[in-house]
């Protein structure tokens, strides 16, 4: 069983770009969590998807940033225009509908803004 | 709402020794889920060891346990006969029951000299 995949590992994007970050869950998973974690600080939530329905989007920035979760595909987080404060290290984590405790997180992607 | 803190910035511990990684958390809830998770330099975020707030005997994982205080909303980590290969930043985790939204504590830096 696979784990989770994220794609790109890293990513690099100008000011004013947008950055598409990818998420395939663990084989069963219907539930999808982003985290980003900023240079020397913990990890922050951001999302909770599951498919085709936003559950909490609480930790989301009002502006610039979406997610979803197709009922068919991986999960997108979508940066519109991006500014330097938005580079930082970008983790999904999914976990089984029936045990949502159990969280198996991504190798997590890498975004630099330049 | 929920907050995690971990007050050790960093901790070193000479291999073969112990050492234990403090944790408190506020929460107003009577059951939830703590967590630790260890992040190695290649960034993945590793589960160590999982405890349930009803449950109280304290979680063990080989050569990692906790010391789970439930009145004093205190969660440390002992980490026994310490490897080159336990190096990594430790975070300390929350989580609601019925809900896997993850709350961090900031981390904690581990060094094992040998």
């Known amino acids: 069983n696979a784990g989770v995949m994220q794609n790109p590992r890293h990513l690099v994007r100008r000011r004013g770009q947008e950055a598409r970050l990818r998420c395939s869950p663990m084989k069963g998973h219907s539930h999808v969590y982003w985290y980003r974690q900023l240079p020397e600080e913990g990890l922050k939530f951001m999302v909770y998807?599951?498919?085709?329905?936003?559950?909490?989007e609480s930790g989301m920035p009002k502006e610039r940033f979406s997610a979803e979760f197709p009922k068919e595909g991986p999960s997108i987080l979508r940066i519109q225009q991006v500014v330097r404060g938005d580079s930082a290290a970008y983790f999904c984590?999914?976990?089984?509908?029936?045990?949502?405790?159990?969280?198996?997180f991504g190798p997590g992607t890498r975004l630099t803004v330049l | 709402a929920q907050t995690v803190t971990q007050s050790q910035p960093e901790m070193s511990v000479q291999e073969a020794e112990t050492v234990t990684l403090s944790c408190t958390y506020d929460t107003s809830e009577s059951d939830y889920y703590l967590f630790w998770y260890k992040q190695p330099p290649s960034r993945q975020m590793i589960l160590v060891i999982r405890?349930?707030?009803?449950?109280?005997q304290n979680a063990t994982e080989n050569r990692f346990s906790v010391n789970f205080q439930k009145a004093a909303k205190s969660f440390s980590l002992k980490i026994s006969d310490s490897q080159l290969g336990d190096a990594a930043m430790y975070f300390c985790?929350?989580?609601?029951?019925?809900?896997?939204?993850?709350?961090f504590g900031q981390g904690t830096i581990l060094t094992v000299h040998p």
């Open positions: 985790a929350y989580s609601q029951t019925s809900y896997g939204k993850l709350t």
């Open positions: 998807l599951q498919k085709e329905n936003i559950i909490d």
């Open positions: 405890q349930e707030a009803y449950k109280q």
């Open positions: 984590a999914s976990s089984p509908p029936t045990s949502y405790n159990e969280q198996f």
